[in-house]
């Protein structure tokens, strides 16, 4: 089964832009979507695969540059701003403010695609990154609440004789309990588990 195409969405208050957007984006084989409003694109349910969104700066009532400060707090889509009224000002908010690229009409379609395709790898690898910390959280829940500790004890650097002594147990229980952690967080070495660890956010004991 073949993975799901990207998706662009574009919003845009100019139908003739988006008609032509919507040429460009599908001669190089994307899905898109189409909004004259970001009211529009906020009552569409969005698909759960890559994506991204061409927004224009300028449009009725909220401005782009608003709406990508608000989208922020719900969302990671990566943006594509394009203007007929940039500035120096606008561009360095908008960049500084996470997004992918500011273009200013006219711009050359190429542009346009190369920012397109660069927001559209940086969506799949955000959303690679977040299954498989979802996947690390989904086994470091199966440990107990010992082999946690152990866990712990091992990626700061303890050797099993210190862990050991250090939660009051025997160096044998400790290993038992070192080999049960590598396998059920499918840990192939222990720079495996410390990389593990590091990705959950956990914190090293002292």
């Known amino acids: ?3 799901p195409l990207p998706i662009v969405y574009v919003i845009d208050d100019d139908a003739s832009v988006r008609d032509a957007l919507r040429s460009l984006i599908r001669s190089v084989g994307l899905q898109v979507e189409l909004f004259g409003s970001i ?11 890559p994506s991204c969104l061409v927004l224009d700066i300028r449009l009725p009532g909220k401005s782009g540059l608003d709406f990508q ?49 660069l927001a559209l790898d ?4 955000r959303r ?3 299954a498989e910390v979802a996947e690390l959280k989904r086994r470091w829940t199966s440990l107990t609440p010992r082999e946690k500790e152990v866990l712990a004890l091992v990626v700061s650097g303890r050797l099993n004789k210190q862990v050991a002594a250090e939660i009051g147990i025997s160096e044998i229980t400790a290993k038992v309990h070192r080999a049960s952690v590598m396998r059920k967080m499918q840990a192939e070495s222990l720079p495996d588990l410390v990389r593990m660890a590091a990705s959950l956010g956990l914190p090293e004991s002292k």
């Open 122 to 125: 940086r969506d799949e690898k």
């Open 1 to 3: 089964m073949s993975d």
């Open 128 to 130: 690679r990154q977040d």
């Open 39 to 49: 009211r529009e694109f906020l009552n569409k349910q969005r698909a759960d695969v």
């Open 69 to 117: 400060r608000e989208l922020a707090d719900v969302s990671h889509l990566p943006i594509i701003f394009i203007t007929g009224h940039g500035d120096i000002a606008m561009t360095v908010r908008a960049m500084k403010a996470g997004a992918v690229e500011f273009l200013t009409k006219p711009f050359r379609d190429q542009d346009l695609l190369d920012a397109i395709q």
